[in-house]
């Protein structure tokens, strides 16, 4: 079995235990430290990272893949999984210097990153002076290093840049009180007037663009693929899942479920039955236009290709409609499984819960996404500030 299949399915084998834990995760407001080790335990988290530092060199398809399942298990777990693993690979998109240090001791780091540019940043003597703080910093409760954004201002114009901090530079502030994702622990990151040094940050127009200093010193292609493609389509594999994981609770509750009143087998009712039928072909059709798209996108850039505005609008429009889909048939199950799918033990109301808190993520917002790319395919430059 190739390293990525064995990642997968380690991943499909933990999910049970994660659904399990999913409770006292959410009342915790975070995963607990045995289920981190767990999700490191599989070789996720270092399956991006260059087989030079001790990772897999692997591609993106077979992330996408395992957190699906980690995803189908608890939501939390999964959006928890792509952000350690991707934030991984964007270390080795940084200079070596910091990936030399931050992958001293294991192949893996657990990092949060928040690219909403609320801070700003001085430059001085060596490096920059960072202050700011940003909210959504998911994976914090467990994190050794922070990356967040901050602007700098360069001659007369401003550069959003990217700063890689050990994690006791950052203060932490409790503030993750949601109805959904509370396993996540997305609390606020605070940096008070901290160095960064040069060798720790990276213009965001560099990964956006994927010509980083890690390009230019890693031979693979995974290494060159711009920022936003593969945050939009990684992200949505585990929302993807959480749907997934819903269909399979659904087709087992239908089979003893009896209606009340009538007395009649749910499995029995042809309402039922279509509404089964059709989530099944719905998800399958969200699911292979996720791993297309994937799997162009590695392709492009394994042929020497690369993605223009265009190319990249498609790969959010993507994974809006995947997050899309997700969410309409998590609510449309939930809906038809009766009024005790509601009580607090329940994974579905917790999956319908996390699956609308994540969904509502800037990266999934539908108008936006579905703006940018009628405007790119009509040829029209896309909004300055676009995420793209």
Known sequence: MEYGDEIVRRARELAPVLNERARAAEEARRLSDGTVADLAGTGLFQMLVPER???GGQGFG??????????AGDASAGWLSVIYTLHNWMIALLPEEAQREVWADRPYALVPCTLAPNGTAEAVDGGHRVTGRWSWGSGVMHADHVMVMALVTVADSIEPRLFLLPREDAEVHDVWHTSGMRGTGSNDIE???????????????????????????????IYRVPLVPVFALTGAAPVLGVA????????????????????????????????????????????????????????????????GIAERARSRLVAAHVAGVARTIVNELCASGGASVQFADSPFQRAQRDVNTISAHVVFDADATYALYGRTALGMEPDPMTLV
């Open 62 to 71: 077979a992330m996408v893949a395992a957190c699906r399942e980690i995803g």
């Open 244 to 307: 997934e994981g819903v269909l399979a609770r659904y087709a087992e509750r239908m089979q003893g479920r009896v209606m009340a009143y009538t007395g009649v087998k749910q499995r029995d009712l042809m309402s039922g039955q279509i509404r089964l039928a059709k989530a099944t072909a719905d998800l399958a059709a969200a699911r292979l236009l996720l791993e297309d798209a994937v799997r162009h996108l590695t392709e492009t850039y394994e042929s020497g290709g690369s993605y």
């Open 191 to 221: 940096i008070k007037d901290r160095f960064v040094p040069a060798h720790r940050s990276v213009p965001l127009t560099d990964l956006t663009e994927g010509r980083s200093p890690g390009s230019r010193v890693h031979d693979g292609a």
């Open 53 to 55: 530092f001790g990772g």
